[in-house]
């Protein structure tokens, strides 16, 4: 029964808001659902933050933090900048929000050769991932505890070959909290001053996957590789996130697509193999 009640929060409320749900009494559930938005609100932020004061909580994870080797540290970040600081000239992959970080870590043992960098704006969450990285048999993968909204001061036009955004927080409701989705037309601005070539999007909310190729197509953003339920559509080398994991368990379908922006929307662009600098389009 709890898990029916989790189900249909997540579609109401946002994918965090049921996570710290499923930390608290159980009687708050059904009283969510049915009560308007402004109660779900004060109920949800009361729920987030009882799972947050749990998760600091995690006596391992400021020693984690501050030690693991995985995580980039700001002053190098300025000091040398991202391609510099992988020490080799392969492509970087960057991932928004990584959670746990299943994906990152299984994507980088699977390919040597990519530089990954997954990052994520909660320290105990990124904390968890960097801690499994090495059992996982990760390679070049390197952490960066970052919110999206400031990742125009960090990385430089041509620095990202690849973004992935899996299972980004739907922010249902409200126009307000549309602009939180990693989808919305602010996200995508940000992703053209990078110069980033392809976004590779997952989610298994049905209304964000409608928001998101609506706010592609805004932008004249190329869609291609679309898929409706991914576990069935035959994609061979798909790497299951957390989230992913548990939903399609529970019977989700999930929904994928690839997305590139225009070449005249991008600052800088070299359609080859990496090898340094952006080209300047001539
Ligand atoms: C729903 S979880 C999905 C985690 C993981 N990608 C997966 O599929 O299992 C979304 C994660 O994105 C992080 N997140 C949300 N908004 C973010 C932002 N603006 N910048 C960085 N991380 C963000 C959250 O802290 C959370 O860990």
């Given at each position: ?178 602009k939180?989705?990693?989808?919305h037309e602010k996200y995508l601005i940000m ?92």
């Open positions: 029964m709890a898990d029916v009640y989790y189900s249909v929060l997540r579609k109401y409320l946002t994918a965090e808001y049921a996570e710290g749900a499923k930390h608290c009494k159980l009687y708050f559930a059904p009283f969510a659902v049915i009560l308007p938005s402004f109660f779900c609100d004060i109920l949800a932020l009361t729920i987030i933050s009882e799972e947050k004061m749990r998760a600091r909580k995690k006596k391992w994870a400021p020693g984690e933090l501050a030690n693991n080797p995985r995580i980039i540290r700001d002053a190098e970040v300025h000091a040398k900048g991202f391609k510099k600081y992988f020490d080799n000239t392969n492509p970087i992959y960057l991932e928004i929000g990584c959670g746990k970080g299943r994906f990152a870590a299984e994507s980088s043992r699977q390919n040597p050769n990519i530089n990954y960098i997954a990052m994520e704006r909660e320290p105990v969450i990124l904390a968890a991932a960097a801690r499994q990285a090495e059992e996982r048999g990760a390679h070049a993968l390197a952490f960066l505890l970052l919110d999206a909204d400031v990742l125009l001061d960090y990385f430089r036009p041509g620095d990202i070959r690849r973004l992935y955004i899996n299972f980004c927080d739907p922010w249902p409701g409200k126009k307000k909290r549309a939180r989705r990693l989808t992703y053209e001053k990078l110069d980033i070539p392809e976004l590779h999007f997952k989610t298994d909310n049905r209304p964000l996957f409608e928001f998101s190729l609506e706010s592609f197509s805004a932008r004249d953003w190329r869609i291609k590789n679309v898929s409706l339920d991914l576990h069935q559509s035959g994609m061979e080398d798909n790497i299951k996130t957390e989230y992913e994991e548990k939903f399609s368990g529970q019977g989700f379908p999930i929904y994928r697509l690839e997305a590139a922006p225009p070449k005249s929307k991008r600052v800088f662009y070299d359609d080859g193999l990496d090898t340094g600098d952006p080209i300047p389009p001539t």
